[in-house]
Protein backbone atom coordinates (compact mmCIF):
# COMPACT_ATOMS: atom_id res chain seq x y z
CA UNK A 1 0.00 0.00 0.00
CA UNK A 2 2.74 2.71 0.79
CA UNK A 3 3.88 1.88 -2.79
CA UNK A 4 0.20 2.86 -4.05
CA UNK A 5 0.26 6.17 -1.55
CA UNK A 6 2.77 7.80 -3.92
CA UNK A 7 0.62 9.74 -6.74
CA UNK A 8 -2.34 7.86 -5.52
CA UNK A 9 -5.68 8.43 -6.72
CA UNK A 10 -8.09 9.35 -3.45
CA UNK A 11 -11.81 8.75 -3.54
CA UNK A 12 -13.92 8.70 0.05
CA UNK A 13 -10.61 8.53 1.66
CA UNK A 14 -9.19 5.33 0.16
CA UNK A 15 -6.70 5.20 -2.36
CA UNK A 16 -8.36 3.73 -5.35
CA UNK A 17 -5.83 4.05 -8.40
CA UNK A 18 -2.60 6.01 -9.02
CA UNK A 19 -1.59 8.00 -11.77
CA UNK A 20 -0.18 6.60 -15.09
CA UNK A 21 0.96 10.22 -16.40
CA UNK A 22 1.01 13.85 -15.39
CA UNK A 23 1.51 17.35 -16.06
CA UNK A 24 1.34 20.70 -17.15
CA UNK A 25 -1.08 21.18 -19.95
CA UNK A 26 0.42 24.41 -21.31
CA UNK A 27 -2.19 25.37 -23.98
CA UNK A 28 -5.16 24.27 -21.49
CA UNK A 29 -3.21 26.16 -18.73
CA UNK A 30 -4.25 23.33 -15.67
CA UNK A 31 -2.43 20.67 -14.69
CA UNK A 32 -3.61 17.29 -16.44
CA UNK A 33 -3.31 13.81 -14.90
CA UNK A 34 -3.93 10.58 -16.01
CA UNK A 35 -5.35 7.21 -14.00
CA UNK A 36 -7.31 3.74 -14.77
CA UNK A 37 -10.26 3.94 -12.36
CA UNK A 38 -12.82 1.84 -10.79
CA UNK A 39 -16.06 2.02 -13.32
CA UNK A 40 -18.47 3.97 -10.49
CA UNK A 41 -15.88 6.93 -10.85
CA UNK A 42 -15.41 7.73 -14.24
CA UNK A 43 -18.66 9.75 -14.31
CA UNK A 44 -17.53 13.64 -15.44
CA UNK A 45 -17.41 15.41 -12.69
CA UNK A 46 -16.56 13.31 -9.98
CA UNK A 47 -14.58 14.82 -7.59
CA UNK A 48 -10.95 12.90 -6.27
CA UNK A 49 -7.59 13.65 -4.66
CA UNK A 50 -4.76 12.90 -5.57
CA UNK A 51 -1.85 12.41 -3.09
CA UNK A 52 1.20 14.18 -4.78
CA UNK A 53 3.91 13.20 -1.85
CA UNK A 54 1.70 14.18 0.76
CA UNK A 55 0.11 16.58 -0.42
CA UNK A 56 -3.88 16.51 -1.32
CA UNK A 57 -4.43 18.20 -4.42
CA UNK A 58 -8.33 17.86 -6.04
CA UNK A 59 -8.93 16.26 -9.12
CA UNK A 60 -12.39 16.35 -11.25
CA UNK A 61 -13.25 13.46 -13.85
CA UNK A 62 -12.93 14.88 -17.42
CA UNK A 63 -16.73 13.93 -19.87
CA UNK A 64 -13.36 14.51 -22.95
CA UNK A 65 -10.02 14.21 -23.89
CA UNK A 66 -8.40 18.19 -23.17
CA UNK A 67 -7.53 19.70 -25.90
CA UNK A 68 -8.21 22.74 -28.23
CA UNK A 69 -8.46 21.51 -31.54
CA UNK A 70 -9.10 25.38 -32.71
CA UNK A 71 -5.16 26.21 -31.37
CA UNK A 72 -6.90 29.37 -29.44
CA UNK A 73 -4.74 29.05 -26.48
CA UNK A 74 -1.87 28.74 -28.74
CA UNK A 75 -2.02 31.71 -31.01
CA UNK A 76 -3.25 34.06 -27.67
Excluded: C, H, W
Excluded at 3 to 24: N, P, Q
Amino acid sequence: MRALRRRAVIADGKAVSRLRSAGYGYTMGKNIALAYLPLELVNPGTRLQIDSFGQMVPAEVQAAALDDPAGTRVRA
